[in-house]
């Protein structure tokens, strides 16, 4: 008998079998990067200065631990990422909140965040270097200007769903506009806003390779560069899998956490 959910609109997976199909993918593509670098290097599909094998892959691990002190470098990017995150949202949120809730705020703000969307993240990169140098201040700020600029228009519209039936009651109570913004606005929308700190928080790791690459001074970037350039080509692939895997338990972390602050809604 073929299960209800197998190909109904909109069907929720039971959560053992949402794991096995996601876990098919990966499978795949494993399998078919074992097929596609077996045997010896000279008689591989891909050549092995393009891709190594899985198991050439694993069998650098050690290396990568000791000789180029991957955990290491994996703490200087997560203190980056970690600090420009606080700032982003430091200045973002309550900014987001205000023109959100006010209509002289979005007008006063509203020009120069439209704008600043605009802008490709990359070419912030050498208009931080040219305010703070080549330091850690240029990368936690340019990483701090590339997730606010994703996370202030997810704030703005968490405020603008929040249903005016909320406000007009309030109002009728006798709430100040304080009590109408911090009281109604911002719990009803805390959700959302939450689940714009998660996504916003993802970006991070996009454009945290394109700083440490660009001066390399520690960081997982910089060990991506120093692999492509001197090799081993196995700790490209390593680093790249270390940034998934670490992106992922957090944006885990970040469900679980928004399932504890608000169980009458469902974490996506």
Do not use: C
Not at 13 to 26: D, H, Q
Not at 28 to 33: D, F, K, Q, R, T
Not at 71 to 77: A, E, M, R, T, W
Not at 108 to 129: D, E, G
Request: glycine residues 8%.
């Amino acid at each position: 008998m073929i299960p209800n959910w197998l190909f109904s609109i909109r069907s929720r997976v039971p959560s053992r079998v949402a794991i096995l199909l996601g876990l098919l993918p990966i499978v795949a593509a494993i399998v078919l990067w074992w097929l596609l670098t077996r045997g010896i290097p000279e008689e591989r599909f891909i050549s092995y200065n393009i891709l190594p094998s899985p198991v050439e892959v694993i069998q650098s691990v050690p290396e990568l631990l000791t000789r180029r002190e991957l955990l290491h470098n994996l703490f200087v990017s997560l203190k980056r990422v970690g600090l420009g995150y606080l700032l982003a949202v430091g200045v973002t949120v309550p900014l987001g909140i205000f023109m959100g809730s006010f209509g002289t705020g979005r007008a006063v703000f509203a020009p120069s965040t439209t704008a600043s969307a605009y802008i490709p993240i990359a070419t912030l990169l050498p208009l931080t270097m040219s305010w703070f140098g080549t330091g850690e201040e240029q990368k936690v700020v340019f990483l701090a200007m590339a997730f606010g600029i994703y996370l202030l228009p997810m704030v703005i519209g968490a405020i603008d769903a929040v249903p005016d039936v909320y406000l007009k009651t309030a109002s009728t109570l006798g709430a100040s506009r304080f009590e109408l913004v911090f009281r109604v606005l911002v719990p009803v929308a805390m959700p959302a806003i939450w689940q714009g700190m998660r996504l916003a928080f993802g970006v991070g790791w996009t454009y945290l390779v394109l700083t440490e690459a660009v001066v390399m001074d520690g960081g997982l970037g910089t060990l991506i560069v120093m692999s492509q350039r001197r090799g081993p080509r196995e700790h490209i692939y390593l680093v790249i899998i270390l940034i998934t895997l670490v992106a992922w338990i957090a944006d885990i972390l970040w469900v679980q956490l928004g399932r504890l602050f608000f169980p009458y809604r469902r974490a996506r």
